[in-house]
């Protein structure tokens, strides 16, 4: 990621890597894992919430306003953070299907911004997972304090400590997959760099028993029964994060493969699918992503078009022609926002009721996975 044209094919990865993960995931998020395989079967690479169309949730879309603020910035905190919170402040009135109470809360406290209240609430959620992954490749030879760049822009909405400590382990990890992608990626001492860095024990003793699973090659699902995750996948950031790694370190270039093993485990699908789908496509570069997938993320208004050109503003980025002075952010079409999200309410709503006969007639141990 050294050159231009390295930098925008991992930065373009991750971009559409998180979007769909996103949108494979969505249509099984919050089920456990025995009903998602009973409604839907094995998970395959297609999209279900709405055939042949990819729709993406909360997760690309404040990955996206991450990027929008980053072009802003100058490289710089302070900009960054005001434009980012301006865009926060409006995302509740777009009807954002999926979004964590975290988030909202933050939303609407950023309106308050300008007394100096914190808009960030005790969550240790993972809603600020894929923008840390994004922050961390977009300031990738800009900034040398990225962890504090994280840590900032992870108490924008969660500050509870485990939240930071989980976006930073994300962090180094979406660095080593970027600045590794000409070469063979080295699992072992990947994985024993984010046990390393990491400051809170419970994300560190996490990590620390993955090292024989890893070893051994074994598959995510006897990983997440180890730990006693074989119900689904929480949005609390620890198991997030442990089993987002383990399904990139285990199929570091096999898209279809890191992708698919990670929605098979349920829970929160659309949030690890996402993380997972960006730490590949950081890793492998997005002209390795699987093509018709891509194609299918077309549904305006951030399509793959808006995307490919936010890759490429941001592949020069801070040093650019049009970043001398104020760099020039993609339009976000608001109303088409609203349109989108809406469309994305009414087939979240129909999917809810096939869901209903599967949830009565599934006799299984009872178990609520949320978002945070």
Not at 301 to 309: A, G, L, Q, S
Request: hydrophobic residues 40%; positive net charge; charged residues 20%.
């Amino acid at each position: 990621m050294h050159s231009t044209h390295l930098r925008k094919d991992s930065i373009h990865g991750l971009m559409m890597g998180v979007a769909i993960g996103d949108a494979l995931g969505l249509p099984r998020e919050g089920l456990q894992r025995r009903i998602a395989l009973k409604m839907f079967g094995r998970p395959s690479l297609s999209f279900q919430l709405l055939p042949t169309v990819g729709l993406y949730s909360d997760d690309t879309q404040l990955m996206l306003m991450a990027a929008q603020a980053m072009l802003r910035s100058r490289s710089e905190w302070r900009p960054f953070r005001r434009s980012f919170l301006r865009r926060l402040a409006w995302y509740p009135l777009s009807i954002p299907v999926g979004a964590g109470k975290a988030t909202i809360v933050a939303a609407f406290k950023s309106w308050l911004r300008f007394t100096g209240w914190a808009t960030g609430c005790k969550s240790a959620g993972n809603g600020p997972a894929t923008r840390a992954m994004f922050i961390t490749l977009a300031l990738h030879g800009t900034d040398h304090r990225t962890l504090k760049w994280i840590e900032d822009a992870t108490r924008l909405t969660h500050n509870d400590s485990l939240a930071v400590d989980g976006c930073q382990t994300l962090s180094r990890l979406a660095q080593i997959a970027g600045t590794s992608k000409n070469k063979s990626l080295d699992r072992s001492e990947a994985l024993e760099q984010l046990i390393v860095g990491s400051k809170e024990n419970l994300i560190q003793e996490k990590l620390e028993q993955l090292r024989p699973f890893l070893a051994s090659d074994r598959s995510p699902s006897a990983v997440a029964r180890h730990f006693g995750w074989d119900y689904g996948i929480s949005g609390f950031i620890v198991p997030t994060v442990v089993m987002a790694t383990y399904c990139f370190l285990r199929y570091p270039t096999n898209f279809e493969r890191a992708v698919q093993s990670s929605i098979r485990l349920g829970g929160d699908t659309d949030s690890v699918a996402a993380i997972v789908g960006g730490l590949v496509g950081a890793h492998i570069g997005f002209r390795k992503l699987p093509t018709k997938l891509v194609e299918q993320i077309s549904l305006t208004p951030h399509n793959v078009t808006w995307i490919d050109e936010m890759a490429e503003r941001l592949s020069h980025w801070p040093h650019g022609v049009d970043d001398l002075h104020d760099a020039p952010a993609l339009p976000s079409h608001p109303l088409m926002q609203v349109l989108h999200n809406l469309l994305m309410l009414i087939l979240v709503l129909f999917h809810l009721i096939l869901r209903a006969p599967y949830l009565a007639f599934t006799r299984s141990k009872p178990r609520r996975i949320r978002k945070r």
